[in-house]
């Protein structure tokens, strides 16, 4: 089973580098299994790697199932 977040691509580092953004954090992702990711995209991350690019609207359902889910551990 692969868990993967959505995250923004905020910053283009180099050609297989960018910086993304979820829940407030911000990390460096490696985009050289996903073809031509651009500024504003969003992604899914998994181990450090984007797995795919994924169209804003699925982005955000995903991101409130993590929240959700993040909610009901603090329970």
Known sequence: MCLAIPA???????????EVETF??????NTSLVEEVKLDDY???HAGFAIEIIDEEA????????RE????QLN
């Open 59 to 66: 982005a955000s359902e995903s991101l409130a199932l993590w």
């Open 24 to 29: 407030g954090n911000r990390a460096q992702v």
């Open 69 to 72: 889910i993040y909610a009901t």
């Open 43 to 45: 992604v899914l991350v």
């Open 8 to 18: 923004k691509v905020v910053d283009i580092l180099n050609d297989t580098i960018v």
